[in-house]
């Protein structure tokens, strides 16, 4: 079964707050029911993946001023079939930034986000249900603004705020200076 990796890393995810757990049961249960879940052509939502990019130093998150949300998010994007979420993430991660050399910091999941998107052109009103991973640089920093981002930067984690609103983002920035202080970075 091609969703039972996810469904192991699920059920291995600690929730760092009580969105945590209720996207990880959401996200469960839309994985259990549809077997197409992966696919963009699945037009209730699917499965994407996501990265929360650092910095050597881990003090530094690279954020994308996102074209058509007009707002800065993490990198990632569709899995298109595939249903490893940290390959989906690593190839977002460098498709997105033009940085190749990345390290996984870990392949378990580092967060979990279900937003909706909002209609476009044919494709309807959707979710997008989110799985995020902690990737860092190998020492290059310097990035390549893709077609899908009006801009990306670097941003101070603890500047966050001044960039973003948003709740999940918000989140992975508490979720990731507690668990800064675990790691050897």
């Given at each position: 079964m091609h969703r039972k990796s996810l469904?192991?890393?699920l059920a291995a995810y600690r929730?760092?707050?009580?969105?945590?757990r209720d996207a990880r049961q959401r996200l469960t249960d839309f994985v259990n029911e549809h077997s197409d879940c992966f696919e963009?052509?699945?037009k209730v939502g699917h499965v994407t993946g996501s990265v929360?990019?650092?910095?050597?130093t881990g003090q530094n998150v690279l954020l994308t001023?996102?074209?058509?949300?007009?707002?800065w998010v993490q990198l990632?994007?569709?899995?298109d079939g595939e249903s490893d979420t940290v390959a989906v993430a690593l190839r977002e991660a460098q498709e997105e930034s033009g940085i190749i050399e990345l390290n996984v910091l870990s392949e378990d999941i580092f967060d979990?986000?279900?937003?909706?998107?909002p209609a476009r052109g044919d494709e309807p009103d959707h979710f997008h249900y989110d799985v995020r991973y902690v990737i860092q640089t190998q020492g290059n920093t310097n990035f390549v603004v893709s077609e899908e981002s009006h801009d990306l930067a670097w941003i101070p984690i603890e500047k966050l705020s001044d960039y973003s609103q948003?709740?999940?983002?918000?989140?992975?920035?508490?979720k990731w200076q507690a668990q800064l202080q675990s790691l050897d970075i």
């Open positions: 469904l192991e890393k929730p760092f707050e009580d969105s945590d963009r052509s699945l929360w990019l650092v910095d050597d001023h996102h074209r058509k949300l007009g707002i990632g994007g569709h899995c979990l986000d279900i937003h909706p998107i948003e709740t999940s983002m918000l989140r992975m920035g508490r």
